[in-house]
């Protein structure tokens, strides 16, 4: 069936270090793609999205790129800072799926200084 | 997007009580969602709440156990009935402007149940 599958956690990193956080999807079709933030005690903030293959989005230093051969969005930013430590959440709209929004696991993040 | 609040933010409440949770939204929009986010976990679709008319339970989702109304295009309620303490979770409200629209979530109600 339709899924989503990110790597679990959690991720520590030092200040400054390179974050990677892989996601897969497996669909019929190519669905749109999503990043979405949790921080601590908060709700789900949207960081990028990408709707057909080989779109890059990017926000706040963060970038992922929709590869269709792959069927991955995965995660990247350069130099990760205290402030990015949270839950990260790879989803997918899934016109099969209904158009119901399908999310991976999550994967925690915790940068140290 | 549209702003969504809800409230209460948090609550704790005594097994076999009932909680209902607010969802407004400050424009008129399509699709509204209500999800649930228990400890450590991902979000898991609870329904669809349907303007007007009953909502869309997924499966493992009962309408006794999660009533929802949607009166209008801006509000939405999801009740919590006879809680246990399984019920202690994050519930989450959701909207979409249309089908292949990007979907966004309100803050949250963190719900812990005695």
């Known amino acids: 069936g339709d899924s989503v599958t990110q790597m679990e956690g959690p991720v520590t990193l030092s200040e400054e270090a390179f974050l990677t956080i892989n996601c897969t999807y497996t669909?019929?079709?190519?669905?749109?793609l999503f990043w979405y933030v949790q921080y601590p005690g908060e709700g789900l903030q949207l960081l990028l999205k990408?709707?057909?293959?080989?779109d890059k989005g990017s926000n706040k230093g963060f970038e992922a790129t929709y590869r269709k051969e792959t069927t991955s969005f995965h995660l990247e930013k350069g130099s990760v800072q205290v402030s990015d430590s949270a839950v990260y959440f790879c989803?997918?709209?899934?016109?099969?799926?209904?158009?119901?929004?399908?999310f991976g696991g999550g994967t925690r993040v915790l940068v140290k200084p | 997007s549209a702003v969504i609040s809800q409230k209460p933010s948090r609550d704790i409440c005594q097994r076999g009580t009932s909680l209902t949770i607010q969802c407004q939204v400050d424009?008129?929009?399509?699709?509204m969602f209500w999800y649930r986010q228990q400890p450590g976990q991902s979000l898991t679709l609870i329904a669809t709440?349907?303007?007007?008319?009953?909502?869309?339970?997924e499966s493992g989702f009962v309408i006794d156990k999660f009533p929802i109304s949607r009166p209008n295009l801006t509000f939405s309620t999801l009740t919590v009935s006879n809680m246990s303490p399984e019920d202690s979770s994050i519930y989450l409200c959701?909207?979409?402007?249309?089908?292949?629209?990007?979907?966004?979530f309100g803050p949250g109600t963190r719900l812990l149940v005695l």
């Open positions: 989803a997918a709209l899934i016109k099969a799926a209904g158009n119901k929004l399908t």
């Open positions: 959701s909207e979409r402007a249309g089908p292949q629209e990007t979907q966004y």
């Open positions: 709440a349907n303007q007007g008319s009953e909502a869309t339970y």
């Open positions: 424009s008129q929009v399509t699709m």
């Open positions: 990408a709707t057909k293959a080989d």
């Open positions: 669909a019929t079709g190519y669905p749109s």
